[in-house]
């Protein structure tokens, strides 16, 4: 059990920050450092795929017009506003690292605010010589800290390519991750549920790419209204490496200050463990089955954002497959690339099977957090008045992973009817080119399985592994890294759909070797002790 000490003449409201602060460091020594890695290594890696795509000034400026001329491409990159590398560099990571960096925020927030005072371990923190606000600030220091690592690291990255871009750069990323770390304060008092502030936190960051990405499909310069309304759209009208706005700063500097303040006022004025909008009482009679109806009630919200966020991926992806084979042209880099991503089918092929495996890297990520939610229920002691009836561990957990795992068929399986829809043609082909990165996925998922059940400790290591398949799948193409390492992942090995081949072999290995960690995972989970 850990101590929390506070030194003599500390201020009440936030006594005992610093050890909150610590501690909170310490329990997402791993989860931070991934974060921080992938958002980094995604920009930096950047530079030089571009050089090897559009290595002279003319095939940089042809590519400005060409994006200029897509409002597909700009609604889901945003405009380009310089022909440079650390230009183009900007356009093309900018708007998604701003995203990734406050996914990281709303967890790191989300974690050590309501997710402490759910599980009770916040009111016995407060038993101590602790302010009121300390936890509060804490995880608000615990994200600041980690955006400030990322900032440094991506300024220092890209120094080379400016050192005025670069900073912009780098400190428009952690400004978006601060909004919303501040965002997720306020609905953490709002909300009495850690999965509820989670989920309505990440649909404010969707709507923010919604209409960043509306607004920039209207306009070529990143000035329609839409954009303005947008954090996301106030990072890339930062505009590193092309003449920097500085003054763009100042709106996330504000929004951090006022939403922090707001977060602040409400913290003060209400009770641990309460809200203030508190959960509907529930029904006079139980209306739930099992243990498998109490998994749907406890997921349901996600699997439906996930799905409506994968089939409007879908249709966006699908939208731009026309105009993908004007934006590569000639470029035959741009077109190894796709190839190595995609398959040499074709051109058109090829990059609706780039996407198709983007989806399913981002899909792991899904099975992941499904996953790990017997985790939470575990080291919550929510999961303790449920097997004390007459459930099974197995029981209770299958309840749970079928939803992790058809979740991610059923997401994927939306996605293709997307890209049905997007592109208006080859529905059967799309549909089976999403549903065969399933088998993948579901090894991903595998994996949180069996170190949740056989090392329950580090469980939270299954980010990591969902990030690096992330990162190799993501970036390995680009920066034309040996077969060998790409083969690490299991998306690595495949079929490329659609225009491929399909290969029931890999398919099928990849599906026993799901099969194989979940039963592991589950007989470790049977033998050993709760909470342990």
């Not at 931070?32 to 290594?41: F, G, K, M, N, R």
Request: positive net charge.
């Amino acid at each position: 059990m850990t101590t929390f000490a506070v030194r003599p003449g500390s201020s009440r409201q936030l006594a005992g920050t610093g050890t909150l602060l610590r501690f909170a460091l310490r329990r997402d020594r791993l989860m931070i450092p991934v974060w921080i890695a992938v958002d980094t290594l995604m920009v930096l890696s950047m530079p030089g795929t571009l050089e090897g795509l559009y290595g002279t000034p003319a095939e940089r400026a042809d590519l400005v017009r060409q994006v200029g001329g897509n409002s597909s491409l700009r609604a889901m990159v945003g405009p380009v506003f310089g022909d440079s590398l650390g230009a183009l560099t900007a356009w093309r990571a900018g708007v998604y690292a701003g995203a990734l960096a406050a996914v990281m925020s709303l967890l790191v927030v989300v974690r050590h605010t309501r997710d402490e005072e759910e599980s009770g371990r916040q009111e016995l923190v407060a038993s101590g010589m602790v302010g009121r606000r300390a936890s509060l600030t804490a995880a608000l220091l615990a994200a600041a800290v980690a955006n400030a690592v990322l900032a440094l690291l991506v300024t220092a990255g890209l120094a080379g390519q400016g050192m005025a871009g670069a900073l912009a750069l780098g400190l428009g990323i952690a400004g978006v991750g601060m909004v919303f770390a501040t965002m997720a304060a306020i609905v953490a008092q709002l909300t009495e549920s850690a999965r509820l502030a989670r989920g309505l936190t990440a649909a404010v960051l969707g709507a923010a790419f919604v209409l960043r990405a509306a607004g920039d499909s209207a306009t070529k310069d990143g000035s329609s209204v839409l954009t303005w309304l947008s954090p996301l759209g106030w990072l890339e009208n930062l505009r590193p490496y092309a003449g920097e706005r500085w003054w763009v700063l100042a709106l996330l500097a504000g929004a951090v200050a006022v939403q922090g303040a707001v977060a602040y006022a409400l913290a003060g004025r209400r009770d641990i463990g309460m809200s203030f909008l508190p959960a509907r009482p529930g029904p006079a009679t139980g209306r739930l089955g099992g243990a498998g109806a109490l998994a749907w009630r406890l997921q349901r919200g996600s699997v439906l954002g996930w799905g409506i966020g994968f089939f409007l991926a879908g249709v966006v992806y699908g939208g731009m497959t026309e105009g993908a084979a004007d934006l590569v042209g000639d470029n035959e880099n741009a077109r190894r690339i796709f190839e190595r991503m995609g398959g040499r089918s074709g051109l058109t092929d090829a990059f609706l099977a780039s996407m198709v495996g983007m989806l399913g890297l981002v899909a792991a990520l899904y099975v992941v957090a499904s996953v790990l939610r017997l985790h939470g229920e575990e080291t919550s002691g929510r999961a303790e008045p449920v097997l004390a009836g007459a459930v099974g561990r197995l029981r209770w957990a299958a309840g749970h992973l079928v939803i992790a795992f058809g979740g991610s068929a059923l997401i994927m399986l939306l996605a293709g009817l997307g890209f049905a829809v997007g592109y208006g043609r080859e529905t059967g082909p799309i549909l089976g080119a999403c549903l065969v990165q399933v088998p993948a996925v579901w090894v991903i998922g595998g994996v949180a399985v069996l170190l949740h059940g056989l090392l329950p400790r580090a469980a939270v290591a299954a980010w990591g592994v969902a990030g690096a398949v992330l990162l190799i799948g993501w970036v390995g193409p680009a920066l034309d890294v040996p077969q060998e390492v790409l083969d690490v992942s299991p998306f690595g090995h495949l079929p490329k759909l659609p225009g491929g081949e399909m290969a029931w072999g890999p398919v099928l290995v990849l599906t026993g070797l799901a099969a194989v960690l979940v039963a592991g995972g589950l007989a470790g989970l049977r033998r050993r002790d709760m909470s342990a």
